[in-house]
């Protein structure tokens, strides 16, 4: 079967989740682009999009509403040409909403479960539990007639372990995509031992079609992403603990979560990013994660937030929920007291706070101007150089956190989970939108 024929019939598992949304979203677009070339007019495509919520559902065809009639804005050349001969369309306001339309009419969302026995081509990108991924996928195993290709978005669960349980005799591939997939650069692709190799071709075709840089990882628990993000995200949490004993649990979160976004000029602090994340999916993956290495990679605090509801995440509308941090419009304000079970704003003690970690050298630019900056390591040489000299106490942590990010990064080449320290910097750089990655001279 040849790649546009394994595109006319598509599942994806967990459409309306986080992540699969976004998946939903971009293989939409490229079955639509596919559709829409001259030789594929006859073809039929379908993309079921299966989750468990009608409400959800709705919400998601808004979402790709939205995010389609963007994309189509930015590709208004091409959308000309390809609706040439639609004498109708005049207008580019025409053409976006025709392309929209197209792109909606392919998706058919449903709740049941069936919809994919037809697929040929399943993305699974429902929660990350393994037995539920084993049940759902066992379950379309033994009612298709198709010999599926299985993409899974896991990004922890080992894949081999997955093909083993299911008997797919290499028929998935790990095809991991980050958050939000419309807008990371990266797939971190995983093939088990006995992924067929026609499989794997197919992916990097499919990776491709998307504009998205691949890195593979071997095929051990987290991969390079999460075996990254895990250990990073503990090491806050560890930090901010040793702080408390000084200053208590709220401005510890709230001094750390400053030093690794602004100190370190990254998109989000560490407590912003869990949040992000969610703390029941980081607590999740973390169990996934732990039987398979030596390290104790757990962290009780976790289990009491989670236990007490606190959990991040989104809600339905995409805004972000309460985690370590309080939102308002998105921002964070308050960070969570355990003990007391309420919020502690920023304001009553932020001022203080500052002034302790210490000021930032002139040399340093906000996250959104360094990504773009065509000149990073040169900006990044002499603010970090500078950073040094400064001698604060945001400094002191500053590279005490660089130094852990960055042994954390050798830990994953040296077991074997990254071919090389490259493909480390390369995940965290277009699936974290980091602005340098973690091996680096400035931390050495
Ligand atoms: N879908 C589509 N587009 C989105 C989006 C979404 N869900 N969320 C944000 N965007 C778009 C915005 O619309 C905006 O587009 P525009 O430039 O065309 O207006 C652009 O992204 C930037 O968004 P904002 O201006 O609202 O905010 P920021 O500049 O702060 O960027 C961010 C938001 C891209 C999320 C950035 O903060 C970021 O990259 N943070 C780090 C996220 C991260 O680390 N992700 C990886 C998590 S780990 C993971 O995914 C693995 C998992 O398996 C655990």
Known sequence: MEYTNRLQNVAVLGAAGKMGSGI????????????????????????????????ALEGLIAYVRKQVTKIAE?????????????????????????YVDDVVAIIRPTTRMESAYDATLVFEAVNENPDLKVKLLSQIEENSSNDPW??????????????ERIRLGG????????NPPAVQKLVELIPAKNTLKEVQEFAMQYAKALKKIVVPSNDIAGFIGNGHFMRDALFGIQEAERLAERKGFVRSVYAINKVTQDFLVRPMGIFQLIDYVGIDV???????MNPHFDENLHSPLLDRLYEMGVTGGQNSDGSQKNGFLKYEKGKPVAAFDPDKQDYVSFDSFKEEEDRILGELPASWSPWKKA?????????FSGYFSDLKKANTTGSELAFRY????????????????AHNKEDVNTVLMTGFFHAYGPV???FE
């Open 24 to 55: 939903l979203l971009l293989t939409a677009v490229e079955m639509a682009n596919l559709r829409l070339k001259p030789e594929n007019k006859d073809k039929a495509f379908s993309l079921y999009a299966v989750d468990v919520s009608d409400q």
């Open 74 to 98: 930015k590709s208004i050349v091409s959308l000309r040409k390809a609706y040439e001969d639609h004498k109708n369309l005049v207008e580019n306001g025409e053409i976006i909403d025709q």
């Open 150 to 163: 299985y993409f899974t978005n896991t990004s922890s669960v080992p894949i081999h372990s997955l093909d």
């Open 171 to 178: 028929r998935i591939i790990g095809f991991h995509f980050y």
């Open 282 to 288: 980081v607590r999740y993956i973390l169990q996934v």
């Open 371 to 379: 990504v773009r900056s065509t000149a990073k390591d040169q900006l």
């Open 402 to 417: 660089g130094r852990k990010s960055r042994n954390i990064a050798l830990q994953l080449v040296e077991q074997g989970v």
């Open 440 to 442: 680096n001279k400035y």
